[in-house]
C-alpha cells in the first residue's frame, strides 16, 4: 500500500489555531504542499498578516516574518530584492489586503515585484469579530452592517483580482475556492503554479481563495461551504484564471 | 484495500470529512470527546472506504492520513 495523502513536510506539526472547520487550515495546507512539490521550503521566506492568520508565521518549515497590518506586499518586495534568489510569498486576509493594505498590494502588482500573494476572501474580518470587509457581499450581515450591507452607502464589494489583473505588472492571477474537494484540488494546482512562476522569474502572481468564516458568519462549517462560498459568494466572485502571461 | 487513519487527538470535529466522504462512512463521535473537548471523526465502517481521500482533502487540521 502506498501512502496517498499526509501531511505535508513543509507544515510545521503544530496544531493550528484556527476554529473548527475555517478553512484557513485548508489554503495552509495547499501553500506548504506547493513548497515540498517544487522542494523549495529551505529556501522560502513567508510573509505573514495581520488577522487570523497572524500566527502563520509557526506553521511552515520555512523562514518567515510578520508584517504590519496590510503591508506584507511592501515587506515581500524588501526581502525579494535582498534576497532575489529565495522564493517570497505573502499569506494575507481581505481586511489585511483588500482594505488596510489596498496601496500596498496595487503598488507591488503594478511595480511587477516576483513575489507570490496568496490571499484569503473570506468576505469578513474574522479575528477581530466579524466587522465588514471591502469584500464583504451586498446583504450579508457584519458586527458593523448589522441590517446586512447597504448597496447604497455602503457600495458593492471590491473585486481584488478583478482590479489587480488590469496592472500590466501583474502576470498570473486566478480566483479558486475551497467548497469542495474537486475546488481545493484546482486550488492546489493554482497554488502551486503561482509559486512555480516565481521560481521562473514570470513577475507578480496572485491567487485569491474563496474561504470560510463560520464564526462569524454564525454558521456550522459545512453550511458556511454550501451556503455562503457556494450559493453567495460564486455569484460576485467567479472562479478561473483572470490573467496569465 | 484502503486504510484512512484519523488522529483523534488533532481533529476539531468540524464535519467536513464527514459531509465529503462519497462512501458516507464518517461520523462524528459525540459520546467520546477528545482532549479539546471535540467529537472527533471516525470510520463506522472501514471496510467500505475506498482511499479516495476527499475527506483529507477537505480536512482543515491535516488530521487524516491515507494509504491505498
Ligand atoms: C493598524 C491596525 N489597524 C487595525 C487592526 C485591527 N485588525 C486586526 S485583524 C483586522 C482585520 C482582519 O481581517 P482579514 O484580513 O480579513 O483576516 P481574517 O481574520 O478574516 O482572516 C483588523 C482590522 C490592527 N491590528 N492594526
Ligand atoms: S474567526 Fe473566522 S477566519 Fe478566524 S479562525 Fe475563526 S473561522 Fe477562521
Ligand atoms: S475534517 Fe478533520 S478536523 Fe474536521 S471532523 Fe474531519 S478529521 Fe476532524
Known amino acids: 500500500m502506498a501512502v496517498v495523502f499526509e501531511k505535508p513536510k513543509a507544515l510545521a506539526n503544530v496544531p493550528l489555531h484556527y476554529c473548527p472547520g475555517c478553512t484557513h487550515g485548508i489554503a495552509h495546507r495547499l501553500v506548504a504542499q506547493a513548497l515540498d512539490a517544487l522542494d523549495c521550503a529551505d529556501n522560502t521566506i513567508g510573509v505573514a498578516p495581520v488577522g487570523c492568520a497572524v500566527f502563520a508565521y509557526d506553521y511552515f518549515n520555512c523562514d518567515m516574518q510578520e508584517a ?32 488596510i493594505g489596498l496601496a500596498e498590494i496595487t503598488s507591488a502588482a503594478m511595480r511587477g515585484e516576483n513575489i507570490t500573494v496568496i490571499f484569503i476572501n473570506n468576505a469578513i474580518y474574522g479575528m477581530t469579530g466579524g466587522q465588514m470587509a471591502p469584500t464583504t457581499l451586498v446583504g450579508q450581515k457584519a458586527t458593523t452592517a448589522p441590517y446586512g450591507r447597504q448597496l447604497v452607502g455602503q457600495g458593492s464589494p471590491i473585486r481584488v483580482s478583478e482590479m489587480i489583473a488590469t496592472l500590466d505588472g501583474a502576470t498570473y492571477v486566478e480566483r479558486v475556492s475551497l467548497h469542495d474537494a474537486a475546488n481545493v484540488n484546482r486550488a492546489k494546482r493554482a497554488v502551486e503554479k503561482a509559486f512555480r512562476r516565481q521560481i521562473e522569474k514570470k513577475g507578480f502572481s496572485m491567487v485569491e481563495i474563496l474561504s470560510t468564516c463560520p464564526t462569524n458568519w454564525g454558521l456550522s462549517p459545512v453550511e458556511a461551504l454550501n451556503y455562503i462560498i457556494k450559493e453567495q459568494m460564486l455569484p460576485v466572485y467567479p472562479l478561473g484564471v483572470l490573467k496569465e502571461e | ?38 467529537p472527533p471523526a471516525r470510520l463506522t465502517q472501514a471496510e467500505l472506504c475506498i482511499g479516495c481521500a476527499v475527506c483529507a482533502t477537505m480536512c482543515p487540521d491535516c488530521a487524516i492520513t491515507v494509504e491505498r
Open chain 1, 68 to 99: 504590519a497590518h496590510g503591508r506584507a506586499p511592501a515587506v515581500a518586495t524588501g526581502i525579494k530584492r535582498v534576497c532575489p534568489e529565495s522564493v517570497v510569498f505573502t499569506y494575507q486576509g481581505d481586511g489585511d489586503l483588500a482594505a
Open chain 2, 1 to 38: 484495500m484502503a486504510i484512512c487513519r484519523i488522529d483523534t487527538s488533532a481533529c476539531k470535529g468540524c464535519g467536513l470529512c464527514v459531509n465529503a466522504c462519497p462512501k458516507g462512512i464518517l461520523a462524528l463521535d459525540d459520546h467520546n470527546l477528545n482532549a479539546k473537548g471535540y
